[in-house]
């Protein structure tokens, strides 16, 4: 029998201002609370649920038709990181989408998108108009949200945790053997970020979020990506204004911008609904070139808190919202965007080549 | 810079259609945003572009060489447009760069250089400019000989596709699995173009495709990516399209776009194109198939996709201006310079008329055979699909529930047809394993997946009537998009008509509150609000996106998808009744679902509803809208065909009284109309039974046109001139009965046909236009050589056909255009067809006499006061001849003879002082070239022979050595006119006729057809065909070739004058 025209177990979305959605589950059967927030890149939801930056969320897909090719296996590479997926688990509270494919095909899927939810204990809904549902985000800036399904569930505000502990690794890792030594802190970091700097002439060692980090040896700082609100990093700011005082090379990317700028001594905002696509331009301030970037954050640093010698790097050619910032002298930069990618285009992964350069450079002088 | 030349694409045709009128049109706009002049080169007489409001001077001549530099020598442009009117336009850019033209009148190419287009074009150039920067192309070789062609496949192995470098749509090229195939396909792939590639095939792959769009500064983003649901070995025209792509992963989408950016800055285009790429579905293996370095056809679809203005940047870029300096259309606040996101999904298919033509192959592969295409938005791909099945099929109601049968579906499944997606559609109704359709097929199973469950839905609604279908099923069938009809087919049991089911299922829906949304395209998923009103409708939503305000605003039907018969034409007709609406202060909605027009541009009218034109989506839209009423008179047949519904259902309706396009449309009602007027109409009857027509077609006399009801198609209109021919004509058609009746009509021969375009108001005619055809009656009017004002018609038989059109407008009380169509013959006239709405002929003919039929028709129809235009017809001091375009090189079989059926799919119209000089220049313009020494000559009848001798005498004098076939040389032997003869095909007898065409030792074929009956495989039809296949110039018509003669008697090249449009006004 069609999928259809079975009983499909029934379930809501109901948002903080009591907006409600009905819909029908595709994942686990539980209900689930979170920040809702949308999501507009048309492919990579493999990529975009093990995401550790959505830790928190429920995502709302505005790609209508969602499932299609699966979900790949969990074949791991020569670094032990998964192939197909940016962190070893789901981070989103639930899923939300208009039509789900209950029938998916790709040589490389192992499993249904449904059944990965299940596995993983995540929710999901169908049946929603993501468009209307994105719109009313957008006019009202993310609001809480749960997904109910048979029994109900209290709104719990994910902010109020501190996301990046949650997230970060618990202990040191050391990958590579190239010759540039780089600590990067693990904030929540996509495997990708990972995957791209092994393709260059460098080591890694990867640390948690709160990690002494000047007690190991290192030509560099990397900074990574991460949930929620970037002041509540405090430790790891902290560590950032050492490092720039002792004006070690510092690089960051979204979250790491934010902490990067926060050490600096610049300010960070809420954003009204974030950015979270495939397809934000940014303008390189020193080029004038555009570059098309896959984002997702909800917070952003305000320009005009930047200190003395600070320059904007990038900026948004839709909304001009700050994403990039570098100082005039030193070797500190940072990127609002996801030059690594996945899911999203990679145009600008250049800048891990800018970033080491900038390591050489220091070490010349 | 000051002054641009653009060039357009010329006639339509198949593989170049109507998506040049909209980039050039665009292009325009751009152009004289930045102040500058715009000249434009288009002998295609009905586009937007080639209005008064858009380009500054029009020049209505060939886009060829010979023609295009004279026009620079005369304007001097600075700068010159080649990517926006189609591989006409490239071409001829080509040429002029390569001898020298552009660099002597110092003329800059704008946009992507011409070595950057040359190496996109030189197959050899291209693979070579790839493989530096390590990107995968398919193994292939270019040749330019069978010989090599045949040591090129020894290297690559078959299976191979042979196709030609330089051609539009995949001309000439094919499959090829053994060596004789191979020779058989690139005998006929060299004749088009003189080199041609040997490529390994990856038949089965995906194919999928990415509009990417580049600055001078090297900003660089994809607009659009595209997925064919038919997988490679079908043309992209001939396929099913999906935007975005649905079964491409991150890694794949991303992998491509990366490799779509490095070409296309390694190649260094600026401006616009596309890039068609190979991807294995079991691994992650790709190849780059091809660059398109212009406007095309697909870009035109991505831009209806996404609503990003893809030939407006383009034009703008093309001009030095960078991507971030340009605003988002839609939005209007954010930037170009970024890569729209969709929260919809969008499916073409294409629009094939291939019953419209005799001996045409009915398969589908890779040349591209489709006129036109639809584009169909929703939310899933289920319910695209089906409105796009409405949208191309009219009498389709949906993917499943159509009388269709198929003999053999394992066999209609591995050899596709324009059929294929209905077979899969009975192949799982039957049964078959999804798994046994994709072997067969190479379809993704994920489609195959989403089809099954419309068959299954289809299935569970059978199981109930109109009381007991449940609310969830009958909205999952709706979010699936299921028409009423479909669901009213499934549901009622009883015998009424399909209009009240659907009618009566749409009164339980909304009692059930099933509605559809109204949904916008902002190009950011939702992400900024959008200040356009660009909109579709769909079952998979809770709220409409815009709010209705009673404005006073206007419903304009569109024109539906491009065919024969219905083509751009109407869509100009659309677009100045949208203007002059907006003019007189109107909000302005058009429905329309023609990615290739303007009329569905968002910037042409208030509100754009991208949706079908069926009596259901209207009747919702209306109801939604709550419009002042609607305008069915500009989109031809279609909108037509739903006045009379639409106003049963209390739809207001504008203009003359459905009541009276009823009266015009239904055969009895106009003839006993006619007969109340005492106006004469050739004999005819209806008949519901065999036995009858053999004695009605006594009494009328032979020859009698038979007219079958649509049910019948495939046994098409046709003309039977003895016993023998109507008797084959029964066996074809052997269903005739009282709900499909045949139509017997008395065909008169040797009669003139003359046409009126009016426009009238409350009954009176406000202006008029005559036009005479060169051709006898008997040729379809669209196929007909039209010229205005005519030149050859007695004044008293103008004074009758003026004083009968008068009457009928009168008694019809019409408001708004209309067409009639007449019969001369020795001053007696009769009406044969009377159409209440705008026809083919209203750009023409508003162009030639500078009256803007529509504009005043519009105002007609809005109750405001127009005045009479005065004795339009006879004081001008020049001549326009509109020609057909046909496309019969791509419809592999077909005989190209003029009939009842039209098969013409394009025309174009020039100016010239007199008709020998608008002659001329129209033919040149459909690609028929002036014949330099032999020319071979099958005259038909006696009659026609006859009719012939004075021009075979001319061209002997003129210098032209003239070959024969065995009747025409025999008699012109006795007229002592020197000639040759040439055996026929059939006979194995040398010098041969056949030898001579395919050694192209003659550069015209004048072969008239001696009944209008072509038999398959006869002398006649090798020798046309053989023609077509070898790009010879082929005339059929003996009024045709008379006038042909004539006018290369009385004019060389020298004499045919280049003046553009305002110059002859």
New interface residues.
């Given amino acids: 029998m069609?999928f259809?025209?079975e009983k499909r177990k029934p379930a809501k979305l109901v948002l903080e201002d009591s907006s409600v959605?009905h819909g029908f589950s595709f994942g686990y059967e539980s209900s689930a609370s979170g920040e809702v927030v949308?999501n507009?890149?048309?492919?990579?939801y493999?990529?975009s649920l093990t995401d550790p930056s959505y830790e928190g969320q429920i995502l709302v897909l505005?790609?209508?038709?969602i499932g299609?090719?699966g979900v790949?296996g969990l074949e791991r590479d020569e670094n032990k990181l998964l192939k197909h997926f940016e962190s070893d688990k789901i981070h989103i509270r639930g899923l939300v989408i208009?039509?789900y494919?209950?029938?998916?095909?790709?040589?490389?899927a192992k499993k249904s998108l449904s059944d990965w939810l299940i596995e993983e204990k995540i929710t999901g809904i169908f049946g929603i108009?993501?468009?209307?549902l994105?719109?009313k985000i957008?006019e009202k800036g993310v609001m809480l949200g749960k997904i109910v399904i048979d029994k109900d569930t209290q709104i719990e505000d994910p902010n109020k945790l501190n996301l990046v502990s949650i997230v970060s690794r618990k202990n040191v890792i050391r990958l590579g053997t190239g010759t540039l030594k780089i600590l990067v802190i693990d904030c929540g970091i996509k495997n990708n970020i990972i995957r791209m700097f092994l393709k260059k002439d460098v080591s890694l060692i990867i640390v948690p979020w709160n990690y002494e980090i000047f007690k190991e040896e290192f030509d560099a700082i990397f900074i990574s990506n991460g949930p929620g609100d970037p002041v509540r990093c405090v430790e790891t700011i902290q560590n950032i204004k050492l490092a720039i005082q002792k004006e070690i090379p510092v690089f960051g990317i979204c979250l790491g911008h934010q902490i990067l700028a926060l050490a600096a001594g610049a300010k960070t905002y809420k954003l009204k609904y974030g950015h979270r696509?495939?397809?934000?331009?940014c303008?390189d301030t020193e080029t004038?070139?555009?570059y098309?970037t896959p984002q997702n954050h909800g917070y952003a640093v305000d320009e005009k808190t930047l200190p003395k010698n600070w320059k904007v790097w990038f900026y948004n050619?839709?909304?001009s919202t700050n994403e990039g910032i570098k100082h005039n002298i030193k070797p500190f930069m940072s990127v609002q965007f996801h030059p690594e990618?996945?899911?999203?285009?990679?145009?600008t992964d250049f800048l891990f080549d800018k970033f080491i350069e900038m390591i050489n450079k220091s070490k010349e002088k | 810079m000051k002054k641009v030349l653009i060039l357009g694409s010329g006639g339509l045709s198949i593989g170049q259609a109507g998506e040049f009128d909209y980039s050039g049109s665009q292009a325009i706009k751009a152009l004289k945003e930045e102040n500058l002049q715009t000249i434009l080169v288009n002998p295609n007489i009905a586009t937007i572009q080639t209005s008064s409001e858009f380009a500054d001077k029009v020049y209505f001549l060939p886009v060829t060489y010979q023609f295009v530099k004279k026009i620079i020598e005369k304007e001097k442009p600075d700068g010159i447009l080649l990517s926006f009117g189609g591989q006409t336009a490239l071409n001829c850019g080509i040429e002029l760069y390569k001898k020298g033209i552009l660099r002597k009148f110092g003329v800059n190419v704008l946009g992507t250089p011409v070595e950057t287009i040359i190496a996109t074009e030189d197959r050899d150039l291209f693979v070579k400019k790839l493989k530096e920067i390590n990107i995968k192309v398919p193994d292939s070789i270019a040749v330019t000989s069978i010989k090599e062609a045949i040591n090129a496949v020894e290297k690559i192995g078959f299976p191979v596709i042979v196709r030609g470098a330089y051609s539009l749509g995949g001309l000439g090229s094919g499959f090829a699995e053994n060596k004789e195939e191979l020779k058989k396909l690139s005998k006929k792939a060299l004749a088009t173009s003189s080199q041609i590639l040997i490529e390994k095939s990856l038949k089965g792959w995906k194919e999928v495709e990415y509009e990417v769009v580049r600055d001078c500064k090297d900003n660089c983003i994809t607009v659009c990516n595209m997925e064919n649901v038919d997988p490679l070995g079908i043309h992209t025209g001939e396929s099913i399209v999906v935007a975005p792509s649905q079964t491409l992963t991150n890694d794949e989408y991303h992998k491509l776009r990366t490799i779509s950016i490095t070409v296309i800055r390694h190649l260094g285009i600026i401006g616009e194109c596309n890039i068609q790429f190979a991807l294995d579905p079991y691994s992650e293996d790709y190849c780059v198939i091809e660059v398109n370095a212009r406007l095309s056809r697909s870009s035109a679809l991505a831009s209806k996709a996404t609503g990003y203005p893809l030939a407006f940047v383009a034009a703008k870029l093309s001009l030095g201006k960078s991507l971030t300096e340009i605003k988002n259309a839609i939005t209007k606040a954010t930037c170009a310079c970024f890569e729209p996101s969709l929260d919809y999904i969008t499916l073409k298919f294409p629009k094939w008329d291939l019953e419209k033509f005799k001996a045409v192959s009915k398969v589908i592969g890779s040349s591209m055979k489709s006129v036109g295409e639809v584009m169909a938005i929703g939310r899933t791909f289920e319910e695209v699909l089906q409105k796009a099945i409405r949208m191309s099929k009219e009498n389709f109601i949906g993917l499943v529930g159509n009388n269709i049968s198929f003999q053999n579906l394992k066999e209609e499944l591995r050899f596709p047809s324009d059929m294929r997606i209905f077979a899969v559609a009975k192949a799982i109704e039957k049964g078959m394993s999804l798994d046994k359709i994709a072997r067969l097929t190479n379809i993704d199973k994920w489609f195959l997946h989403k089809i099954k469950n419309i068959v299954e839905v289809n299935k569970e609604l059978a199981k109930y009537n109109i009381k007991t279908i449940p609310k969830e099923l009958l909205k999952q069938a709706k979010m699936l998009g299921f028409s009423d009809a479909q669901i009213g087919k499934q549901i009622i049991k009883e015998k009424v008509s399909l209009d009240k089911k659907s009618l009566r299922v749409r009164r339980l829906r909304k009692s059930k509150k099933i509605f559809p949304f109204i949904k916008q395209i902002d190009t950011l998923a939702g992400e900024y609000p959008a200040k356009t009103n660009y909109l579709y409708l769909t079952y998979n939503g809770s709220e409409d996106d815009i709010t209705i305000r009673n404005d006073e605003s206007i419903v304009i039907l569109g024109s539906g998808a491009y065919k024969i018969g219905n083509s751009v034409e109407f869509d100009w007709c659309c677009v100045n009744c949208t203007l002059t609406l907006s003019k007189l202060g109107y909000k302005t909605i058009m429905i329309n679902y023609n990615p290739e027009t303007v009329s569905t541009d968002y910037d042409i009218c208030d509100r754009l509803y991208f949706e079908e034109l069926t009596l259901e989506r209207v009747l919702d839209i209306y109801e939604k809208e709550n419009p002042q009423g609607v305008v069915v008179s500009m989109g031809g047949q279609i909108p037509n065909n739903l006045a009379l519904r639409l106003h049963e259902q209390r739809v207001k309706i504008l203009g003359t009284a459905p009541k009276s396009i009823d009266n015009a449309e239904d055969r009895h009602k106009f003839s006993k109309l006619l007969d109340e007027l005492n106006v004469d109409q050739p004999p005819w009857k209806e008949l519901t039974n065999m036995k009858t027509i053999k004695n009605v077609a006594e009494k009328f006399g032979y020859p009698i046109l038979i007219r079958p009801s649509y049910i019948l198609s495939g046994s098409a209109m046709s003309v039977a001139s003895n016993e023998d021919e109507l008797k084959r004509f029964l066996k074809k058609a052997s269903l005739i009965s009282k709900e499909h009746p045949v139509v017997i009509t008395k065909f008169l021969t040797g009669a003139k046909e003359i046409e009126i375009d009016a426009v009238a108001n409350k009954g009176d005619i406000i202006c008029y236009a005559i036009s005479e055809h060169v051709e006898n009656a008997g040729v379809h009017s669209g196929d007909a050589t039209l010229v205005t004002p005519p030149q050859r018609l007695y004044h008293e038989t103008v004074r009758r056909i003026k004083k009968i059109t008068r009457m009928i407008a009168k008694s019809l009380d019409i408001t708004g255009p209309f067409n009639i169509q007449y019969l001369a013959k020795d001053n007696e006239i009769k009406v044969i067809e009377c159409n209440l709405r705008a026809s083919r002929s209203f750009p023409f003919v508003s162009k030639v006499y500078n009256v803007n039929f529509i504009d005043l028709a519009t105002r007609a129809i809005m109750g405001r006061h127009v005045r009479k235009i005065q004795n339009t017809s006879f004081d001008l001091d020049y001549v326009g001849v509109k020609a057909p375009q046909f496309s019969f090189t791509r419809l592999r079989g077909a005989d190209p003879i003029l009939g009842v059926e039209m098969a013409s799919t394009g025309e174009v119209a020039c100016f010239g002082d007199d008709i020998f000089e608008a002659f001329l220049k129209a033919i040149l313009s459909t690609g028929f070239k002036i014949p330099k020494k032999s020319i071979l000559l099958s005259t038909g009848t006696l009659k026609e022979k006859g009719e012939f001798i004075e021009s075979a005498k001319k061209l002997v004098s003129m210098g032209y050595k003239l070959f024969a076939t065995s009747g025409t040389s025999k008699f012109l032997d006795n007229q002592k006119i020197n000639n040759t003869l040439l055996h026929w095909p059939l006979e194995d007898k040398k010098p041969n006729a056949l030898d001579y065409i395919t050694n192209l030792k003659v550069d015209l074929v004048i072969n008239i057809p001696k009944s209008n009956e072509s038999e398959e495989l006869s002398n006649d039809y090798i020798i046309r065909r053989t023609a077509v296949d070898f790009s010879i110039p082929i005339i059929t018509n003996i009024k045709c070739a008379n006038l042909f003669v004539k006018s290369i008697s009385k004019k060389n090249a020298k004499d045919l004058q280049i003046k553009s449009w305002d110059e002859y006004l």
Avoid at chain 1, 40 to 44: A, P
Avoid at chain 1, 62 to 65: F, H, S
Avoid at chain 1, 129 to 132: E, L, N, S, Y
Avoid at chain 1, 277 to 281: A, D, F
């Fill in positions: 069609n259809f025209l959605f949308f507009t890149g048309m492919v990579g493999p990529e505005t790609n209508p038709i299609n090719y790949p208009s039509d494919s209950h029938n998916y095909n790709h040589w490389n108009d993501t468009r209307a994105t719109k957008r696509s495939q397809n934000q331009p303008i004038n070139r555009c098309i050619a839709n909304d990618g996945k899911c999203g285009p990679q145009d």
